[in-house]
């Protein structure tokens, strides 16, 4: 499996950003596919989580209210549309793959994952 994540660059406070996720190789509709990100001097973050099979999504604290996670329907492509953006949005944002629906408890967990993108940058200006 790879993933290519795009849609990253430089927005303005309280602007909007769309990041895509898309998958290429065996995937099956029971992966759980999530969006996690990574600022300078700081551990990796989980930010959102999508379960392919019930499209359950999950949300960082950080970020709950204001990004959403969502997918294509006829594409193997996760989207992560991030309103309301904030200066501390600013990382590198990465999506992860996972060929099974993961339990609620370790969504946010990035080891829970096996596959992961290149990573896109997201800087918010003040």
Known sequence: VQLQ???GGLVQAGGSLRLSCEA???TFSSNT??????APGK???FVAAL???DGQGFYGDS????????RDGG???VYLQMNSAKPEDTAVYYCALVKRRLINS???TSGAYDYWGQGTQVTVSS
């Open 5 to 7: 994540a795009s849609g």
């Open 24 to 26: 290429s190789g065996r």
């Open 33 to 38: 596919v999530a969006w996690f990100r990574q």
């Open 43 to 45: 551990e990796r973050e």
């Open 51 to 53: 379960t392919m099979s």
């Open 63 to 70: 970020v709950k209210g204001r990004f959403t996670i969502f």
């Open 75 to 77: 594409k193997i492509t």
């Open 106 to 108: 370790v969504v946010h």
